[in-house]
C-alpha cells in the first residue's frame, strides 16, 4: 500500500464521534474518539481502516476539499 491519505476532524460541538471501520470481507468497528468543540484530530487511512464515521457537528478537510458535517 501506497503513502495513506491523512484527513483532518475539526470540532465544533462538544461529543463529535469519530469511529474506524475496518477492511475486509466483515466491516466492524475497531477504535473510536470522542472530540470537545474546537479539538481537533488527524487521521489516517491504513491498512486496517477502510473507512471513518463522523457523528456530530464538525468539518472535515482532506486533500479533496472541505465538508461540513451536519450532525
Known amino acids: 500500500m501506497g503513502q495513506s491519505e491523512y484527513i483532518i476532524i475539526e ?10 471501520l475496518t477492511r475486509g470481507t466483515d466491516t466492524k468497528f475497531h477504535h473510536s474518539e470522542k472530540l470537545d468543540a474546537g479539538e481537533v484530530m488527524i ?14 457537528k464538525a468539518k472535515i478537510h482532506s486533500a479533496h476539499g472541505t465538508i461540513q458535517s451536519k450532525k
Do not use: L, N, P, Y
Open 43 to 56: 487521521a489516517q487511512f491504513t491498512e486496517h481502516t477502510s473507512a471513518m464515521k463522523i457523528r456530530g
Open 11 to 20: 470540532a465544533e460541538e462538544d461529543g463529535v464521534h469519530v469511529i474506524g
